[in-house]
């Protein structure tokens, strides 16, 4: 007999919404998290669909009592400055999800472990699972080290890999497939003290153009910090030099707005830098495993979609896990839908950030000639992609720019 029902590796979004709700159904969770909460993490900005997770999660207050900055746009501004009619959430969304936050990542993920652990999760930090156990082909738990070295066996009906970019079953398998196009390179750091815009538009995510498509984000956070990056091709940012603080200097002078509003911020803290980020597991789940997260995919920074997607999936996965464990089929196949679900979604915003990249594609453009789609558009902005038809938007974009043939993967892996 199994030791637990599920065990889930990572303690991040991901991990934390599947072991809270599994928590939830009477279900005996463990989760394995290899750092000690709260440690830094990249991608602040929520998108306003995460409500609909945290509703659920029941977290809504924890969230606002935390005083995070409230996001109520997106805007786009190119190199001269000129800014985009900001996509005001509310214009398209009567609900209070049409405000969501600009959160600090070391304090939400622990608010959701938290949660996770109150709802009757077992959690043990400091730990890390270093490989899974098979019986036959089928995966049965898992080998974990703890912070001293010490390493024991573990066993569930159901392993959920919620590593984050490690990717530990993915990478395992070899499952792990490149975004073809998107081979880009991200620098960030933070900013303390930095020019905030007034009223409603203080908390918007802004996207600043720099050449050859790369990228500025601006994201103003809590207690006066702002988290800024460059997004852009390797070759683009290492063109004169590889120092990440050189490149950043440099390219804040290629962008008017932004350089207007972080020359009188002070930089803090480190440069961070990673590459290859783009990727997709070739499968969904193998017997007595799925993949959730980034542990599964990330597509890109620009829509701030990689919590989100990390919430759905963690939602989306409970509740297969729970039909399975009921049934007491915990084979690949069983998490079919929930692949190809998650996939539609991928698939809906990945062919909005290939037409982001293209130089004769702008959303300016895009609404001047279909004024009628900007609701669908904010649709994908939101994470509002359930039960909706974008065709007729995915066919405007296709008469601008060329869209993405769709990615073969993300089925379960015995299908």
């Given at each position: 007999?199994?030791?637990?029902?599920t065990?889930i590796?990572g303690?991040?979004?991901?991990g934390?919404?599947?072991g809270?709700?599994?928590?939830e159904?009477g279900?005996k969770v463990?989760?394995?998290?290899?750092?000690?909460f709260?440690?830094?993490?990249?991608g602040?900005?929520?998108?306003?669909?995460?409500?609909?997770?945290?509703?659920?999660?029941?977290?809504?207050?924890?969230?606002?009592?935390r005083?995070?900055?409230?996001?109520?746009s997106v805007?786009?501004v190119?190199?001269?400055?000129?800014?985009?009619?900001?996509?005001?959430?509310?214009?398209?969304?009567d609900h209070?999800?049409?405000?969501t936050w600009?959160?600090?990542?070391s304090?939400f993920?622990?608010?959701m472990?938290?949660?996770?652990r109150?709802?009757?999760?077992e959690v043990?930090?400091e730990?890390?699972v270093?490989?899974?156990?098979?019986?036959?082909e089928?995966?049965v738990g898992?080998?974990?080290?703890?912070k001293?070295?010490e390493?024991?066996?573990?066993r569930a009906?159901v392993?959920?890999?919620?590593?984050g970019r490690?990717?530990?079953?993915?990478?395992?398998?070899?499952?792990?497939?490149?975004d073809?196009m998107?081979?880009?390179?991200?620098?960030w750091t933070?900013?303390?003290g930095a020019k905030?815009?007034p009223g409603?538009?203080?908390?918007?995510?802004t996207?600043?153009?720099l050449?050859?498509?790369g990228?500025?984000?601006n994201?103003p956070?809590?207690?006066d910090?702002v988290?800024?990056?460059?997004v852009?091709?390797?070759d683009y940012l290492?063109?004169?030099?590889r120092?990440?603080a050189?490149?950043?200097?440099?390219?804040i002078?290629?962008?008017?707005?932004?350089?207007d509003h972080?020359?009188?911020?002070?930089?803090?803290?480190?440069?961070?830098v990673?590459?290859?980020?783009s990727?997709r597991s070739?499968?969904?789940?193998?017997d007595?495993?799925?993949?959730?997260?980034?542990?599964?995919?990330?597509l890109?920074?620009?829509?701030?979609?990689?919590v989100?997607l990390?919430?759905k999936?963690?939602?989306m996965?409970?509740?297969?896990?729970?039909?399975?464990?009921?049934?007491?089929?915990?084979?690949a196949s069983?998490?079919?839908?929930?692949?190809?679900e998650l996939?539609s979604?991928?698939?809906?915003?990945?062919?909005?950030?290939?037409?982001?990249y293209?130089?004769?594609f702008?959303f300016?453009?895009?609404?001047?000639?279909n004024?009628?789609?900007r609701?669908?558009l904010?649709d994908?902005?939101?994470?509002d992609?359930?039960?909706?038809d974008?065709?007729?938007?995915?066919?405007?974009?296709?008469?601008?720019?060329k869209?993405?043939?769709r990615?073969?993967?993300?089925?379960?892996a015995?299908a």
């Open positions: 007999m199994s030791e637990y029902d065990i590796i303690g991040g979004p991901a934390s919404t599947a809270a709700l599994l928590a159904k279900r463990l989760i394995l998290e290899k750092e000690k709260p440690r830094y993490h990249v602040e900005s929520l998108m306003p669909f995460c409500y609909f997770t945290f509703e659920r999660l029941g977290i809504l207050d924890m969230l606002n009592e005083a995070y900055t409230n996001k109520h805007q786009f190119t190199k001269d400055g000129k800014m985009s009619a900001p996509f005001y959430f509310f214009q398209h969304l209070p999800a049409a405000t600009q959160v600090k990542r304090e993920d622990e608010l472990l938290d949660n996770a109150s709802k009757g999760a043990r930090e730990t890390q270093i490989d899974f156990i098979y019986e036959g089928r995966v898992v080998t974990a080290k703890t001293g070295g390493s024991y066996e573990l009906s392993t959920v890999d919620a590593s490690d990717a530990l079953f993915q990478s395992k398998r070899r499952w792990r497939k490149r073809p998107l081979n880009k390179i991200a620098i933070l900013f303390k905030r815009d409603l538009d203080e908390g918007a995510t996207v600043a153009y050449d050859n498509r990228w500025f984000w994201i956070m809590k207690d910090i988290s800024s990056g460059i852009a091709e390797r290492y063109k004169d030099t120092d990440p050189a490149i950043f200097k440099r390219e002078e290629n962008n008017v707005w932004i350089k972080l020359s009188c911020g002070e930089q803090f803290g480190e440069y961070w990673t590459g290859e980020y990727y070739e499968h969904c789940a193998a007595g495993v799925v993949l959730i997260g980034d542990a599964f995919a990330f890109d920074p620009v829509f701030s979609s990689g989100f990390a919430l999936s963690g939602e996965a409970a509740d297969a896990i729970d039909a399975s464990l009921a049934s007491g089929d915990v084979s069983a998490f079919n839908a929930y692949g190809e996939c979604a991928i698939e809906t915003m990945r062919s909005l950030v290939y037409a982001f293209d130089n004769d702008s300016g453009k895009l609404i001047r000639k004024g009628d789609l609701g669908t904010t994908c902005l939101i994470g992609l359930a039960d909706k974008f065709e007729p938007l995915m066919k405007a974009v296709g008469e601008i720019t869209l993405p043939e990615l073969p993967y993300g089925r379960a015995s």
